[in-house]
Nanobody, 113 residues
Framework: QVQLVESGGGLVQPGGSLRLSCAAS????????MSWYRQAPGKERDRVAV????????SYAESVKGRFTISRDNAKNTVYLQMNSLKPEDTGVYYC??????WGQGTQVTVSS
């Protein structure tokens, strides 16, 4: 069965950086695009970044363009989200998602001074 395990979240000050990881198993990882979503307190879960199956194309939500970078390593079945210049409004639970399988537990990111 599909499993997605997010890690790397934590508490960081505004302007800081974090690198999230998502370890995938239970499907042919290299055949699928992968996405990162986040859910801020009191808001719906929204997609913030997507990467094509080979890593050759990426797309970002307007709110994170220029600050976040999505990447993947198909040999490791892992997708990453590098987050720089973090803002308090980036606070939330971050999830990775394949076109198959369910949501995982996510990883909490808190940006606060």
């Amino acid at each position: 069965q599909v499993q997605l395990v997010e890690s790397g979240g934590g508490l960081v000050q505004p302007g800081g950086s974090l690198r999230l990881s998502c370890a995938a198993s239970g499907f042919t990882f290299s055949s699928y695009a992968m996405s990162w979503y986040r859910q801020a307190p009191g808001k719906e879960r929204d997609r913030v970044a997507v990467i094509g199956s080979t890593g050759g194309s990426t797309s970002y939500a307007e709110s994170v363009k220029g600050r976040f970078t999505i990447s993947r390593d198909n040999a490791k079945n892992t997708v990453y989200l590098q987050m720089n210049s973090l803002k308090p409004e980036d606070t939330g639970v971050y999830y990775c998602k394949a076109p198959v399988g369910n949501w995982g537990q996510g990883t909490q990111v808190t940006v606060s001074s």
